[in-house]
DNA sequence: CGACGCTGTCGAAGCGCTTCGATTGCGGTG
DNA sequence: CACCGCAATCGAAGCGCTTCGACAGCGTCG
């Protein structure tokens, strides 16, 4: 049942190592061999050995995808991003290998030291991230989704969020807004000092302090209904004077809005509201959101293209930061005229 | 810098098979030796080759787990099924390799074909799923987690969702309630005739014929707020009558019961609602509602065992339907006396 | 027209591991 | 005391593939 290159070789006439050529295209065959060798495949339904291929040429074709876990990531997101992982690996004929982030370093040690994997993708990366030292000193290529303090000798990718922070800020001040908030993730992910979720706050703050005004209100929000629903209470108790809202947080938009809604607010009569995240999400709630979009399908594609290509020619270095754009959508427009 | 089998072999001063033996069990061998060994393995940082391994043994300890990406499945329940089927085969000494759905049967081929794997997992299946052709055929052990049509030769998993239709209907029935609704997957889901949403159906509505009366409305309903509203209103006007509901959708359950209770409806006052799904969502909803959780820790494990196990005696077959549970929580009550 | 450089092909040497005899000392048995 | 069986170890033969060096044939150039 197990065909072998020796079979098809055989069958086809020729030696072992010509099958290997023209499978591999490392050497020219002429057309007719090529043609040959191709129907004793087809025919005798022949797949070549995985092991076999990674023990003779040191490369598995595999790469390591370690998603996250934890509870505040929002888990469509995460997932959005590793079937895009897994989709364009395909495309550039490698597979993947999924590992938890509850692995951990070792977990990465493992996979590299026993050949498992050519290279690895890392999301959910937090700004001083335990793992980075291990990813370093692994000498396999590794790609980051997400950027950390030090990027010395790795490949990072992400959207530009201290950008999106500032666009966000600007499309409302445009519009006539100098009264702001912003309602983000979970406390913890800024405590364990996820790199997006603290750029993009960096960003906002940097371009409300351009604007001049009193620092602008930032409530971090947990990613469930109740907890929007304070966040909206909290703001519209605390911070009355708000006209312009940005959210970073999938879960906790729609029912923001709601509860704004709720409480009598009109979007975007009496506020307007502006999402940072997954398009999708912020286009479903009423009335859809303006938002700068999270091109997970785009950065996913290129982490897989950046650990691939670094295969060859060493490893890939340097931070890709996708330019972040906002939609418009109807939850923005100029702040009511003050009474 | 890296280091094989026969330089640990060197350092311990034994033969490399020895060192083979003292990692895989498979001959006794000395206390002294096996420490000397591990002593060495430890020194030098030695991890076996994966494909080494798996050329010599025919055994790759890697497991393919085929994820679905589909709109309509709850990507939350999905990704625990996930993450605990790479938590568990990680106990068991396995990897996990990912296949999305789109990869398709040929991606079951490939990866069998070339001895990537030991085994397949699969998920979302469907009652005449086109895959199950070609598990059967791989002669590889294949576990599904839920349960098609014909089950020859294949292992599956699932929570036994007949009974969990049923429980649901003579719960409310003991409580007192007569006119039951459903409220269930999206259309998509019963076109494809995906096996739990037709065997709860199937256990809700015999649970109900029993218990005489008219047959129950049945709602398809969209995973979104949105179609979940609409589901409620169209409950309200078209079966008025209704004083017991069962939910089978996870993002619908939330909003459904709210929309419900803005209509005036009191929960479970007026109406008594019982999900079956993800218990943690269906605890996150106000009132928190009393559920047929879906186990998907235990059936990932489960499926995992069956998958492992089977590697040795042969490939495993039967289905394993676990026992579902009611948790009561506040969302069920006897009816209200008729006016 | 001999040397040269291609192109197309082959053979053989591994890659690092497992596993199947075979071998060597033992203590114990009859 | 010759013999047996067992525990502990070794050596060698692969597993199926890639890749390097050789080499045969052939058109070309000086």
Redesign the interface.
């Known amino acids: 049942?197990?065909v072998s290159i020796a079979d098809v070789a055989r069958h086809a006439g020729v030696s072992p190592s010509t099958v290997s050529y023209v499978l591999s295209g490392k050497r020219s065959i002429s057309e007719d061999t090529r043609r040959r060798v191709r129907e004793s495949i087809q025919v005798l339904?022949y797949?070549?050995?995985?092991?076999?291929?990674?023990?003779a040429s040191s490369r598995?074709n595999?790469l390591a995808?370690v998603?996250p876990?934890r509870s505040d990531v929002h888990?469509?997101v995460?997932?959005r991003f590793?079937?895009s992982v897994?989709?364009r690996a395909?495309d550039l004929d490698h597979?993947?290998?999924?590992?938890?982030q509850?692995?951990g370093a070792d977990?990465l040690?493992?996979?590299a030291?026993?050949?498992?994997v050519d290279a690895i993708i890392v999301m959910d990366v937090e700004i001083d991230d335990a793992r980075i030292p291990v990813l370093r000193e692994l000498?396999l290529p590794a790609v980051l989704i997400g950027v950390p303090a030090d990027t010395d000798g790795l490949a990072c990718v992400d959207l530009d969020f201290t950008e999106a922070g500032r666009i966000c800020v600007r499309h409302l001040a445009a519009l006539g807004h100098r009264r702001l908030a912003f309602v983000g993730e979970p406390p913890a992910v800024y405590e364990r000092r996820t790199g997006f979720a603290e750029r993009t706050l960096a960003g906002f703050r940097e371009a409300a302090r351009e604007l001049g005004g009193p620092a602008p209100a930032v409530l971090p929000c947990e990613q469930?209904?109740?907890a929007a629903e304070r966040a909206a209470a909290d703001l519209l108790r605390d911070h009355p004077e708000t006209t312009g809202l940005v959210v970073q947080n999938e879960a906790a938009a729609?029912p923001l809005v709601a509860a704004l809604r709720a409480a009598g607010r009109s979007v975007p009569g009496d506020l307007s509201v502006v999402a940072i995240g997954a398009d999708d999400v912020a286009a479903?709630v009423?009335p859809a959101l303006s938002s700068v979009g999270l091109p997970a399908e785009e950065l996913a594609e290129r982490a897989v293209d950046l650990a691939v290509r670094g295969l060859d020619g060493g490893t890939p270095t340097g931070v890709t930061l996708l330019p972040p754009t906002l939609v418009d959508r109807s939850s923005t427009a100029a702040p009511p005229r003050r009474a």
């Open positions: 049942m197990p339904g797949r070549p050995h995985a092991g076999a291929r990674a023990l598995s595999t995808l998603v876990l888990v469509p995460a997932m590793a079937v897994v989709t395909r597979d993947v290998l999924l590992l938890t509850a692995e977990g040690r493992r996979v030291g026993s050949s498992m000498a469930t209904r109740a729609e479903a009423t």
